[in-house]
T-cell receptor, first 112, second 116 residues
C-alpha cells in the first residue's frame, strides 16, 4: 500500500519567515495530495490540495508544489504568522474515492 | 456547507463497557465515511472505510469485532468500541465524502475517548 513520509517532524520559524514542509510518497498511482492543518484537540482542516496534473498551486500565503517523477510534494508558507502555529499533515490518495494515507505530521511553531 | 458533526465530543467509560460514537453529515449526502484514530502527538491512522448500505472495509490490524461500524444512511455512520480497554483511549475522528465528490473529505470534530 501507499506510504507517505513527512519532514521535518518539528519546525520553528521566526514570524515573517517562510516555512517549508516536504513529503514523499511511494505509490506512483497516487494522484491527489491534500494538506491539512490541525490545532490541538481540533479537527484537521484542509488548507490546500493539488492533483497530479498540476505542478504547483498557490492560495495567498500558501503554495504546494508536486514533482511526480521524484514522488514528492511540498508545502510552502510565506510571511508566517503566530496563528500559523499548528500541526500540518500531508496526505496522498489514488483518487476516485480512495482512502487518504497521511504523513507523520509536522509541528510548526511561529515565534513572534 | 459540508459540515460533519460527531457525538459525543468526549466520553469517559469504565473498562469492559461499550461506547458508541456517531458521525453525521449535516448538509450533504455522504456515500463514504472514514474512521480514524489519533494517539497523542501522532498522525491519523485509518481504521475503516464505510460505504452506505454495505459492510465496512477494515484496515490491516484493526479488529472488526471490536470496532463495529454501521453506515445505515447517507448522513449517519456509527462506530461502537466494544469491551473497551484503557489502550483504546484515543481521539477518534470521522470524515465524510460527498456523493459525487472525487476526493475531498470533510472531517468531524473528533471524539476523545478515555477508558478507565
Amino acid at each position: 500500500g501507499e506510504n507517505v513520509e513527512q519532514h521535518p517532524s518539528t519546525l520553528s520559524v521566526q514570524e515573517g519567515d517562510s516555512a517549508v514542509i516536504k513529503c514523499t510518497y511511494s505509490d506512483s498511482a497516487s494522484n491527489y495530495f491534500p494538506w491539512y492543518k490541525q490545532e490541538l484537540g481540533k479537527r484537521p482542516q484542509l488548507i490546500i490540495d493539488i492533483r497530479s496534473n498540476v505542478g504547483e498551486k498557490k492560495d495567498q500565503r500558501i503554495a504546494v508544489t508536486l514533482n511526480k517523477t521524484a514522488k514528492h510534494f511540498s508545502l510552502h508558507i510565506t510571511e508566517t504568522q503566530p496563528e500559523d502555529s499548528a500541526v500540518y499533515f500531508c496526505a496522498a490518495s489514488m483518487g476516485a474515492g480512495n482512502k487518504l494515507t497521511f504523513g507523520g505530521g509536522t509541528r510548526v511553531l511561529v515565534k513572534p | 456547507g459540508a459540515v460533519v458533526s460527531q457525538h459525543p465530543s468526549r466520553v469517559i467509560c469504565k473498562s469492559g463497557t461499550s461506547v458508541k460514537i456517531e458521525c453525521r453529515s449535516l448538509d450533504f449526502q455522504a456515500t463514504t465515511m472514514f474512521w480514524y484514530r489519533q494517539f497523542p502527538k501522532q498522525s491519523l491512522m485509518l481504521m475503516a472505510t464505510s460505504n452506505e448500505g454495505s459492510k465496512a472495509t477494515y484496515e490491516q490490524g484493526v479488529e472488526k469485532d471490536k470496532f463495529l461500524i454501521n453506515h445505515a444512511s447517507l448522513t449517519l455512520s456509527t462506530l461502537t468500541v466494544t469491551s473497551a480497554h484503557p489502550e483504546d483511549s484515543s481521539f477518534y475522528i470521522c470524515s465524510a465524502r460527498e456523493r459525487g465528490s472525487y476526493n475531498e473529505q470533510f472531517f468531524g470534530p473528533g471524539t476523545r475517548l478515555t477508558v478507565l
